[in-house]
């Protein structure tokens, strides 16, 4: 009779999970790149947002400026 459990040198159960094995994605550029596009992109929105709403109202923030 086979058993799934595995043994130390101490006799002891090994009680932790198995590793799961790590995915590698070749087009990947990393966290700290995507961070900066994403930031980059959100910045040119809310430029152009600032630019529609001089243009519009007439102020720079609506009801403050």
């Known amino acids: 009779m ?3 459990h595995i043994t130390t040198e ?3 159960q090994n009680i932790f999970a198995k590793e799961t094995q790590p995915q590698l994605v070749d087009d990947y550029k990393g966290q700290l790149e995507e961070a ?4 980059g992109r959100w910045a040119m929105i809310g430029f152009v947002a600032l630019i529609g709403a ?4 007439g102020q720079v923030l609506p009801g403050i400026f």
């Open 2 to 4: 086979s058993s799934s």
């Open 10 to 12: 101490y006799g002891k």
């Open 36 to 39: 900066e596009l994403a930031n």
């Open 54 to 57: 001089y243009l519009t109202t």
